[in-house]
C-alpha cells in the first residue's frame, strides 16, 4: 500500500525557561537534561511517524521565549498549522502570558485555522505548583484549546501523548480522522 505523505508544521510556544526545549528533546530523543540552556531564535527538529496509511513529516519549531526576540520571531510561524502553549505550573506568570501572549502572537501570525494545546510543563513538581489543574483546564475551556495537558519531560509523562493529540488535531484541517491508540 502506497503511504500517503504528509507535512505538518508545528510550533511550541511559551515564555523562556518552561521546558520546551526539554519536551522536544523527550519526544525526539527520549532524554532529558538537567541544565538550562536558552533557545537562541529557533531550533527546528525533524521527525517522521508512521499512523495508519499515513507517512507524516513533522518540522517542530522550538521558537525562543525571551522577549528580545518579540521582533524576529513572527517571521518563524509561517506556514505553522498547530501549537503547543506551553507554560510551567511552578511560575503563574508563564500562565498568564498564555492568552496575553502567545495565543495573540499565534493566531496574528500562523494560519489562521491553526489549532493549539495548551501544556502544563514540571507536573513532576506539582507539590510546589502555583498553577492548578482546574485553572489549566478552564483557561483551554476560555480560548478554545483541542486540550489540556500535563506533562514531565523529566519523566517522559504525557510527552507523547501531548504531540500525538497535536498531530491527530492538525490532521483534522486535512479532513484526516485518525484514532490514538
Known amino acids: 500500500m502506497v503511504k500517503k505523505k504528509i507535512n505538518l508544521k508545528l510550533a511550541l510556544l511559551g515564555d523562556g525557561a518552561v521546558g520546551k526545549t526539554s519536551l522536544i528533546n523527550r519526544y525526539i530523543d527520549e532524554s532529558f537534561k538537567d541544565d538550562y540552556q536558552p533557545t537562541l531564535g529557533v531550533n527546528i527538529v525533524m521527525k517522521k511517524l508512521k499512523i495508519e496509511e499515513f507517512e507524516i513529516q513533522l518540522a517542530i519549531w522550538d521558537i525562543a521565549g525571551q522577549d528580545?526576540?518579540?521582533?524576529?520571531?513572527?517571521?518563524?510561524?509561517?506556514?505553522?498549522i498547530a501549537c503547543l502553549l506551553v507554560f510551567d505550573i511552578t511560575r503563574s506568570s508563564t500562565f498568564d502570558r498564555i492568552q496575553s501572549k502567545w495565543l495573540e502572537d499565534f493566531k496574528k501570525f500562523a494560519r489562521s485555522d491553526g489549532i493549539y494545546i495548551i501544556i502544563g510543563k514540571k507536573s513532576d513538581l506539582r507539590n510546589k505548583d502555583a498553577v492548578s489543574t482546574e485553572n489549566g483546564k478552564i483557561l483551554a475551556d476560555q480560548i478554545h484549546a483541542s486540550d489540556y495537558i500535563e506533562t514531565s519531560a523529566k519523566l517522559g509523562d504525557n510527552v507523547e501523548a501531548a504531540f500525538k493529540k497535536l498531530v491527530v488535531h492538525a490532521l483534522k484541517k486535512f479532513d484526516i480522522e485518525l484514532k490514538l491508540n
Open 68 to 80: 528580545k526576540y518579540d521582533l524576529t520571531r513572527k517571521m518563524f510561524f509561517e506556514g505553522c
